[in-house]
C-alpha cells in the first residue's frame, strides 16, 4: 500500500523560497505515475499546484508557474516542490497525491498533509 | 485557469438523495470525461471518491455515482448517511495539461 508523507519547514518569512519534500513508501516512484502538489489555505478549497512524471516531464498551475519548480529524486523514493517569493497568500496546508494509470486522472492517495504558516 | 462552480452547501436527511453540481468550460469539464470527485471530513486529507466521471475506486460505497451533462458535472450520493458529512470538491483536468479543482460543496446530514 503505497502512502505519502510531506514534510516541511512550518512557519517561513515572506519573499524566502519556501521548500516542500514528500516521501513515496509501499511501492516505486518510477512507475506510470504522476506525483501531485495540492494546497489549501485555512477555510478554503483545493488548490492545483503542479505534477512531475519519473521520466521528468512537469505540469505546473498558469498562475504559479513563475514562482514554482518541481523535482524528483528516484534513488531516495521523494518529489520535492520549491516555492519562490511567498506571502502570507501561501499560507496553506500543503498535500502531495499520487495520479495512477488505475484511477485515470483521479489522484488516489494523499499525503496527510504539511502546513506551512509566511509570517515575519 | 479559474475554479470550477460549485454550491457552496447541500443538505439532506439520512436516507435522502443529494446531488452536488460542477460547471465548467469546454476547456475542462467538457472537453473530455476526466472529471474526479473528492471528499474531505474537516481536519483530514481528501479522498478520492469518483474518477473519469462516473467511476468508483476500489472499496468506495455505490451509493456514491457521477455523470456529466456538457460542461457540468454531477456527484450523487444515495442513501445519505451522517458519515457522508463534508465537504466534497469536484476536479477536471483541461486541454492544458492542468488540473482544476471546484470551490467546494459542505455536504450536510439533517
Known amino acids: 500500500q503505497v502512502q505519502l508523507q510531506e514534510s516541511g519547514p512550518g512557519l517561513v518569512k515572506p519573499s524566502v523560497t519556501l521548500s516542500l519534500t514528500c516521501v513515496v513508501s509501499?511501492?516505486?516512484?518510477?512507475?506510470?505515475?504522476?506525483w501531485n502538489w495540492v494546497r489549501q489555505p485555512p477555510g478554503k478549497g483545493l488548490e492545483w499546484i503542479g505534477q512531475?512524471?519519473?521520466?521528468?516531464?512537469?505540469d505546473y498551475n498558469p498562475s504559479l508557474r513563475s514562482r514554482v519548480t518541481m523535482s524528483i529524486d528516484k534513488s531516495n523514493k521523494q518529489f520535492s516542490l520549491k516555492l519562490s517569493s511567498v506571502t502570507a497568500a501561501d499560507t496553506a496546508v500543503y498535500y502531495c497525491?499520487?495520479?495512477?494509470?488505475?484511477?485515470?486522472?483521479?489522484?488516489?492517495?494523499w499525503g496527510q498533509g504539511t502546513t506551512v504558516t509566511v509570517s515575519s | 485557469q479559474s475554479a470550477l462552480t460549485q454550491p457552496p452547501s447541500v443538505s439532506g436527511s439520512p436516507g435522502q438523495s443529494v446531488t452536488i453540481s460542477c460547471t465548467g468550460t469546454?476547456?475542462?469539464?467538457?472537453?473530455?470525461?476526466?472529471v474526479s470527485w473528492y471528499q474531505q471530513p474537516p481536519g483530514t486529507a481528501p479522498k478520492l471518491m469518483i474518477y473519469?466521471?462516473?467511476n468508483r475506486p476500489s472499496g468506495v460505497p455505490d451509493r456514491f455515482s457521477g455523470s456529466k451533462s456538457g460542461n457540468t458535472a454531477s456527484l450523487t450520493i444515495s442513501g445519505l448517511q451522517a458519515e457522508d458529512e463534508a465537504d466534497y470538491y469536484c476536479s477536471s483536468y483541461t486541454t492544458s495539461d492542468t488540473y482544476v479543482f471546484g470551490t467546494g460543496t459542505r455536504v450536510t446530514v439533517l
Open positions: 509501499g511501492g516505486s516512484i518510477s512507475s506510470t505515475n504522476w
Open positions: 473519469e466521471v462516473s
Open positions: 469546454s476547456s475542462d469539464v467538457g472537453s473530455h470525461n476526466r
Open positions: 512531475i512524471h519519473q521520466s521528468g516531464n512537469i
Open positions: 497525491a499520487r495520479g495512477t494509470v488505475q484511477t485515470p486522472f483521479g489522484m488516489d492517495v
